[in-house]
């Protein structure tokens, strides 16, 4: 087990792309941190470079208190567990689990000892002598894993390991995961971009944009005080949204409509007092939404219903704001979400509202969040 | 019920037709083992019979009885082994480094190593011919080899270079991980996991080196000479015969369908390698 320093790591690729910059940050042993990010923000290249798959163009990297920006793979006593797996397919479990404990020349005891004891965590004692082509997903996916912790590295490093698995398995597979890393107490890095995976595996999240690290902290704080618009769309699920706005005293004017905002929001966020009208992006949590006609409150809007969802504990609710829409520069939300750019909210399931209805929709105005329209970071 | 026998019937159509397919291939081969099991007599009768009239094994103790061709036999063996061996030596780990580390050239690199198979090849035999003569080693199984390799490696990186495409980068750095070096790796994971394009491409560089004739033909003269010409030899100045020629042929052609057969497992599974996703 080790703590892992990154100090100011930069990735550049042939003498134009920066793939990472600046990358800065201590891992505390025992610690499990998530990489999370849109594609191509540089997560996995992070990773990579840690297990030394990559190499390092600037910066110091220090795993324990080694340096290891010149170290092989092989000799930075970290294992790794990818997205498709790569177990070895010619050989059986059993010898998959065993490899990294042969190629350290353990004696045999001692690796059928530690390749029984892993098989048993990970219930894979059954499948020992079937080769991998025989097991279903989930089965491989402990395989993998099975590979990592016989070797009790000083870290463990996981590329998004579950994205090949089934929604019901990577539930399933999550918890295990969770519960596994604590029992062991190895430093783990897990890259994802699952939300749901990044907030509730990990003790902190760092969150990458385009090689940079936005933010890095406990998943409460970075969905509760996210530093700038973009961790704060990204960081949720429904994403926040985000709308251009101006304010004017305690008046948040919203398109054509306002509302009025409780002392408490400016006794949290003082910056956002003004003697003038500023302009501001706000955004709304999709929690924050509900319909007015069931839960009121004093900051409501209306809102055209584009698209009702019923999830059976909740309804996620489309709806048509007439403020502008401001983007959050995450480039997934862009592919998925195209040229509809309407406001998502999660209403309670005994909502009535149609599509086409011109809803009343009570907003949690306490919770709302302020970002500056032109550098995007939060406003405290 | 009437749909079911249609698709039946459409079935057993196409099967017919796919059998009457693989048995024309068949042909030519069971022609030469007829001819080679007819009387001297017979070989050269018009009109010329498919079957034997009388089955006879005469050829084939003339063959056996043949004083050049147990050495010549042996010849093309070493030299089919040796090219074979030399060639997977060569191509099999640059084919490895040309598509798993890929770099702008790589391209370039695979086109420029396949000239060797755009020229025809008797346009290189004489310059193999000078080279081979300067070194000395015209007229042996080593010159031969090499001239055999030249050509081989070619098809061999090309065919290697296929199977590799579809292998995963993350095999090699899961063993690296694992606490193997890259050469580990590639003698420890990699290369096992190919053994089936291994064995195709062994297969194709033993047989190309098995059937050559052009150069060992250039190349050799007395003791270096491989079966192929000395089974060309029963057709010569002083005669035409056929019936030993044939049987000498069916001889020669038993090694590559035993080793066919041995590695039928391995060559089906490389010839259908990454076809389906694991």
Same mark, same amino acid.
């Given at each position: 087990? %080790?703590?892992?320093?990154?100090?100011?790591?930069?990735? =550049?690729?042939?003498?134009?792309?920066?793939?990472? @910059?600046?990358?800065?940050?201590?891992?505390?042993?025992?610690?499990?941190? /998530?990489?999370?990010?849109?594609?191509?923000?540089?997560?996995?290249? $992070?990773?990579?470079?840690?297990?030394?798959?990559?190499?390092?163009?600037?910066?110091?990297?220090?795993?324990?208190?080694?340096? !290891?920006?010149? !170290?092989?793979?092989?000799?930075?006593?970290? $294992?790794?567990?990818?997205?498709?797996?790569?177990?070895?397919?010619?050989?059986?479990?059993?010898?998959?689990?065993?490899?990294?404990?042969?190629?350290?020349?353990?004696?045999?005891?001692?690796?059928?000892? @530690?390749?029984?004891?892993?098989?048993?965590?990970?219930?894979?004692?059954?499948?020992?002598?079937?080769?991998?082509?025989?097991?279903?997903?989930?089965?491989?996916?402990?395989?993998?894993?099975?590979?990592?912790?016989?070797?009790?590295?000083?870290?463990?490093?996981?590329?998004?390991?579950?994205?090949?698995? #089934?929604?019901?398995?990577?539930?399933?597979?999550?918890?295990?995961?969770?519960?596994?890393?604590?029992?062991?107490?190895?430093?783990?890095?897990?890259?994802?971009? #699952?939300?749901?995976?990044?907030?509730?595996?990990?003790?902190?999240?760092?969150?990458?944009?385009?090689?940079?690290?936005?933010?890095?902290?406990?998943?409460?704080?970075?969905?509760?005080?996210?530093?700038? *618009?973009?961790?704060? %769309?990204?960081?949720?699920?429904?994403?926040?949204?985000?709308?251009?706005?101006?304010?004017?005293?305690?008046?948040? @004017?919203?398109?054509?409509?306002?509302?009025?905002?409780?002392? &408490?929001?400016?006794?949290?966020?003082?910056?956002?007092?003004?003697?003038?009208?500023?302009?501001?992006?706000?955004?709304?949590?999709?929690? #924050?939404?509900?319909?007015?006609?069931?839960?009121?409150?004093?900051?409501?809007?209306?809102?055209?219903?584009?698209?009702?969802?019923?999830?059976?504990?909740?309804?996620?609710?489309?709806?048509?704001?007439?403020?502008?829409?401001?983007?959050?520069?995450?480039?997934?939300?862009?592919?998925?979400?195209?040229?509809?750019?309407?406001?998502?909210?999660?209403?309670?399931?005994?909502?009535?509202?149609?599509?086409?209805?011109?809803?009343?929709?009570?907003?949690? %105005?306490?919770?709302?969040?302020?970002?500056?329209?032109?550098?995007?970071?939060?406003?405290? | 019920? /009437?749909?079911?026998?249609?698709?039946?019937?459409?079935?057993?159509?196409?099967?017919?037709?796919?059998?009457?397919? =693989?048995?024309?291939?068949?042909?030519?081969?069971?022609?030469?083992?007829?001819?080679?099991?007819?009387?001297?007599? #017979? =070989?050269?009768?018009?009109?010329?019979?498919?079957?034997?009239?009388?089955?006879?094994?005469?050829?084939?103790?003339?063959?056996?009885?043949?004083?050049?061709?147990?050495?010549?036999?042996?010849?093309?063996?070493?030299?089919?082994?040796?090219?074979?061996?030399?060639?997977?030596?060569?191509?099999?780990?640059? %084919?490895?480094? *040309?598509?798993?580390?890929?770099?702008?050239?790589?391209?370039?690199?695979?086109?420029?190593?396949?000239?060797?198979?755009?020229?025809?090849?008797?346009?290189?035999?004489?310059?193999?011919?000078?080279?081979?003569?300067?070194?000395?080693?015209?007229?042996?199984?080593?010159?031969?080899?090499?001239?055999?390799?030249?050509?081989? !490696?070619?098809? *061999?990186?090309?065919?290697?270079?296929?199977?590799?495409?579809?292998?995963?980068?993350?095999?090699? &750095?899961?063993?690296?991980?694992?606490?193997?070096?890259?050469?580990?790796?590639?003698?420890?994971?990699?290369?096992?996991?190919?053994?089936?394009?291994?064995?195709?491409?062994?297969?194709?560089?033993?047989?190309?080196?098995?059937?050559?004739?052009?150069?060992?033909?250039?190349?050799?003269?007395?003791?270096?000479?491989?079966?192929?010409?000395?089974?060309?030899?029963?057709?010569? =100045?002083?005669?035409?015969?056929?019936?030993?020629?044939?049987?000498?042929?069916?001889?020669?052609?038993?090694?590559?369908?035993?080793?066919?057969?041995?590695?039928?497992?391995?060559?089906?599974?490389?010839?259908?390698?990454?076809?389906?996703?694991?």
């Amino acid at each position: 087990m %080790a703590e892992i320093c990154l100090s100011n790591i930069n990735k =550049v690729y042939g003498d134009s792309f920066h793939a990472i @910059r600046n990358l800065t940050f201590d891992i505390k042993d025992g610690e499990f941190l /998530i990489f999370v990010g849109p594609s191509g923000c540089g997560k996995s290249t $992070a990773l990579r470079m840690i297990a030394g798959l990559e190499s390092i163009s600037s910066g110091e990297l220090l795993i324990g208190d080694r340096l !290891v920006n010149h !170290v092989d793979p092989k000799d930075r006593d970290i $294992a790794m567990v990818f997205q498709s797996y790569a177990l070895y397919p010619h050989k059986t479990v059993r010898e998959n689990i065993a490899f990294p404990l042969r190629m350290a020349k353990l004696p045999k005891p001692e690796i059928d000892r @530690r390749v029984e004891e892993a098989a048993r965590i990970l219930e894979l004692t059954p499948h020992l002598d079937r080769k991998p082509g025989r097991l279903s997903g989930g089965q491989r996916q402990r395989v993998a894993m099975g590979r990592a912790i016989v070797r009790k590295p000083a870290a463990f490093l996981m590329d998004e390991p579950l994205s090949n698995l #089934d929604a019901k398995l990577r539930v399933q597979t999550r918890a295990e995961i969770s519960r596994l890393q604590k029992e062991l107490g190895v430093t783990t890095i897990y890259v994802t971009h #699952d939300q749901v995976e990044a907030m509730t595996m990990g003790d902190r999240v760092a969150v990458l944009k385009g090689g940079v690290l936005q933010q890095i902290d406990t998943p409460k704080n970075l969905y509760d005080r996210p530093i700038n *618009a973009f961790v704060a %769309a990204f960081i949720g699920s429904p994403s926040m949204n985000l709308y251009e706005a101006s304010l004017f005293g305690e008046e948040l @004017r919203l398109g054509s409509q306002i509302i009025r905002l409780p002392a &408490e929001v400016f006794a949290a966020r003082p910056a956002l007092r003004s003697s003038g009208e500023r302009t501001v992006v706000v955004g709304i949590r999709p929690e #924050d939404m509900d319909d007015a006609s069931i839960a009121p409150s004093s900051a409501e809007i209306q809102a055209a219903v584009t698209l009702v969802e019923g999830l059976g504990a909740e309804t996620v609710v489309h709806l048509a704001i007439d403020a502008p829409w401001v983007d959050a520069g995450d480039p997934d939300a862009i592919a998925e979400i195209g040229h509809q750019r309407s406001a998502v909210g999660r209403f309670s399931p005994k909502t009535a509202v149609r599509i086409g209805d011109h809803a009343r929709v009570a907003l949690n %105005a306490a919770n709302l969040h302020f970002f500056d329209p032109e550098t995007r970071t939060s406003i405290w | 019920m /009437i749909e079911r026998k249609k698709r039946d019937v459409g079935g057993t159509v196409i099967n017919i037709f796919a059998l009457l397919l =693989v048995l024309s291939y068949a042909v030519p081969y069971v022609y030469l083992l007829m001819t080679a099991l007819k009387p001297a007599a #017979d =070989v050269q009768q018009i009109p010329p019979s498919f079957f034997p009239n009388r089955i006879t094994l005469e050829n084939f103790s003339t063959v056996l009885a043949t004083p050049s061709l147990p050495a010549a036999f042996a010849n093309s063996l070493m030299v089919a082994v040796l090219t074979t061996v030399l060639s997977l030596v060569l191509a099999v780990p640059a %084919a490895y480094v *040309a598509t798993q580390y890929r770099r702008s050239f790589t391209t370039l690199f695979l086109l420029f190593a396949l000239v060797t198979r755009m020229v025809p090849a008797v346009s290189l035999g004489v310059p193999l011919f000078t080279v081979l003569k300067s070194l000395g080693l015209l007229d042996t199984t080593l010159g031969l080899v090499l001239a055999h390799t030249s050509t081989a !490696v070619p098809l *061999a990186l090309l065919l290697m270079s296929a199977f590799f495409e579809g292998l995963p980068k993350e095999l090699e &750095e899961a063993a690296r991980m694992d606490g193997c070096t890259r050469f580990q790796a590639f003698v420890k994971i990699i290369l096992p996991v190919m053994r089936s394009g291994i064995a195709v491409t062994a297969l194709f560089s033993f047989i190309a080196s098995w059937n050559e004739f052009l150069y060992a033909l250039l190349l050799t003269s007395e003791k270096g000479k491989t079966a192929p010409i000395v089974i060309a030899e029963y057709n010569s =100045v002083y005669g035409l015969a056929w019936g030993p020629m044939t049987a000498a042929a069916v001889l020669y052609s038993l090694p590559v369908i035993l080793i066919t057969l041995i590695l039928q497992k391995q060559i089906i599974g490389g010839l259908t390698f990454g076809a389906v996703k694991g």
